[in-house]
């Protein structure tokens, strides 16, 4: 069965620092990973996805993420966060053998500080 | 170049009523996914429709039913309101093939309160 973590639920980081947020998954054959952000009041908005090949990911606003089979994670980064990074952020995992469904993480709320 | 809009934005209903939300995906996509995500959760996938069927179900009971028209916009169903089913209900759209394949445009969602 699939399933997927985001193990903290509030990650707090000054503005300029670099950010991460974590998610790990469970999938039977190999994933196609995801990422979202959502702002107050308003609907996901797609970031960044991982398919196949680099293992390194760049997406919208500047962010990147990192596909690790061996921890079977892929964690969210950013080298310099802003303050309009805050939202919260889903990470989301569909398997690659016969199904189209997408299971999402319980999300990360990102504050960054001025 | 309309993103995908839902229809209506909020929606009051009472236990055992039915309920009918609409979505029109964005200009050029051909599949249509809802999900229900209850207040602090992540989205949870309802179903998925493809070429006017349904091709994927979530764990959601048989009160909740959809269709997609030959437009491809899309309606779910609900019977027998509960009031565990007060959530925000997000539609997502997304085209079949291409480079762009498994990225889904989410809409705003209409969010129902069910008292």
């Known amino acids: 069965a699939q399933s997927v973590a985001q193990p903290e639920d509030q990650v707090k980081v000054a503005e300029g620092n670099p950010l991460t947020v974590k998610c790990t998954y469970s999938?039977?054959?190999?994933?196609?990973l995801f990422w979202y952000v959502q702002y107050p009041n308003r609907g996901l908005q797609f970031l960044l996805k991982y398919i196949t090949g680099d293992n390194l990911v760049k997406g919208s606003y500047g962010f990147e993420a990192e596909f690790n089979k061996s921890q079977t994670s892929f964690h969210l980064k950013k080298p310099s966060a802003l303050v309009s990074d805050s939202a919260l952020y889903f990470c989301?995992?569909?398997?690659?053998?016969?199904?189209?469904?997408?299971?999402f993480g319980t999300g990360t709320r990102l504050k960054v500080l001025a | 170049d309309a993103g995908v809009t839902q229809s209506p934005t909020h929606l009051i209903k009472t236990r055992g009523q039915q309920v009918t939300l609409r979505c029109s995906p964005k200009s050029g996509h051909d599949t249509v996914s809802w999900y229900q995500q209850a207040l602090g959760q992540g989205p949870q996938f309802i179903f998925q429709y493809y070429e006017e069927e349904e091709r994927q179900r979530g764990n959601f009971p048989d009160r909740f039913s959809g269709h997609q028209f030959p437009n491809y916009s899309s309606e779910l169903n609900v019977n027998a309101l509960l009031l565990g089913d007060s959530a925000l209900y997000l539609c997502?759209?997304?085209?079949?093939?291409?480079?762009?394949?498994?990225?889904?445009?989410f809409g705003p969602g209409t969010r129902l309160t069910v008292t």
């Open positions: 989301a995992v569909r398997d690659n053998i016969g199904t189209y469904k997408y299971i």
């Open positions: 997502a759209s997304s085209l079949e093939g291409g480079p762009r394949t498994y990225e889904q445009y």
């Open positions: 999938v039977s054959g190999n994933p196609y």
